[in-house]
Structures are given as C-alpha cells and as structure tokens.
Nanobody, 122 residues
Framework: QLVESGGGLVQAGGSLRLSCAAS??????MAWFRQAPGKKREFVAA????????LYADSVKGRFTISRDFANNTLYLQMNSLKPEDMDVYYC???????????????????WGQGTQVTISS
C-alpha cells in the first residue's frame, strides 16, 4: 500500500526528494524512518493528518522537509545538504485512520513501505 521512490546516489551537499505513494486506503499521520544495516531503525520526520503539524529528528532539522499531497495521496521528503551519515534505506510509514498526531516511535506506525536506498558519495 505504500511505495517509496526517489532514492539514489548523490554527492555530499546535494539534494534528493523521496516520494511515498499510497496506492489504496486512507491514512492518518505519516512519517519517514531510516535504517542502516545492523542498526536500529531511526526516526527522521513525521507529519500530522492535516499536514499542519511536523516533527523532525534533530539530526535532520533545517535540512529535510516533510510534506504531503492529499490530492495525489503522496508523502514527500525533501532532503537538502545531504551528509555521508544520511546514507541509509529510507522507509515510509503510516498510522491507521483516526490517529492524527505526529509520533516518532516506529511502533506507533501500522503500515510500512519496502524502502528506498539513499547513497551519499563524499
């Protein structure tokens, strides 16, 4: 139900925009997480059901922007000033209908995409 795209290879300092298309169903708040091999999944950013509330991890604040397009049922993550430590697999996540607040804990999310790889060259 959630399909990410937009990952790829970019130089440090560059930008990428990730997309997450919700193919069916309706979701409330949504988020991006990331995970490196052998490491725990890490919260990146979340957005409320209305789109007016956002939450960011300190490590990406000021560089990443989360947004959602209701007409196209798509979630975005604009990533600027990318650093080597941003290199991970990025996952889109959504909470089931009715759960409208932003949350940073992965156990709060009910639906997950398959992930998209972001590679940073230095």
């Amino acid at each position: 139900q959630l399909v990410e795209s937009g990952g790829g290879l970019v130089q440090a300092g560059g930008s990428l925009r990730l997309s997450c298309a919700a193919s069916r169903g309706t979701f409330s708040s949504m988020a991006w997480f990331r995970q490196a091999p052998g490491k725990k999944r890490e919260f990146v950013a979340a957005i409320s059901w209305s789109g007016t509330g956002t939450l960011y991890a300190d490590s990406v604040k000021g560089r990443f922007t989360i947004s959602r397009d209701f007409a196209n049922n798509t979630l975005y993550l604009q990533m600027n000033s990318l650093k080597p430590e941003d290199m991970d697999v990025y996952y889109c996540a959504a909470r089931r209908p009715g759960l409208v607040e932003t949350r940073a804990a992965d156990e709060e999310y009910d639906y997950w995409g398959q992930g998209t790889q972001v590679t940073i060259s230095s």
